[in-house]
């Protein structure tokens, strides 16, 4: 593929996230369900990771991990940055390997993204000697089942995109 297309490509998928971006932050943050708001960085870097290979989802997934680290949604500077693209090549190698992609490939990729995140999470309030494990782990199924309908939002645009900007040759 001609390295114009490639651009074209991840520009499509960053204006993409930038959309989900404004409606997180200027919808979903006023909605508050069981104690939390829905969260869609993990669900775009999943999504993103069910339909592009391994590396370059995984590169789209350290620039957006840097962009939400800067942006100040992060509970130690350069968590995202370390774990999103982690969670892309996890969800990468599922897509590719156990999925063809399509809305379950998503659903599972995304479900990974998630729980890598709250690990991430959990992980760091036990080095800060914090207890209660569970009551994270259940926090992060609260926040995974509250974000879910939001793929119906994420699943569409970017395989909208994926569509759009793949290119047999």
Partial sequence: MPKRYIVL???AYGGATAVLLLLQTGVFHYIRLWGVVPFLAPMVVGVAASFEDGIPSSL????????????GATPVMGFFTFLFPLAALTASFLAENL????FPCSLVSSFFCYL?????????FLIDGETGVWDMWYLALREFLVSLPLLAVVFPLFRWVHRRTTFDY
């Fill in 9 to 11: 490509k991840w520009l």
């Fill in 60 to 71: 789209f997934a350290l620039v957006f991990g840097i962009l939400c680290d800067l942006g």
């Fill in 99 to 102: 999925f063809s992609p399509g």
């Fill in 116 to 124: 890598i995140v709250a690990g991430g999470r959990i992980i760091l």
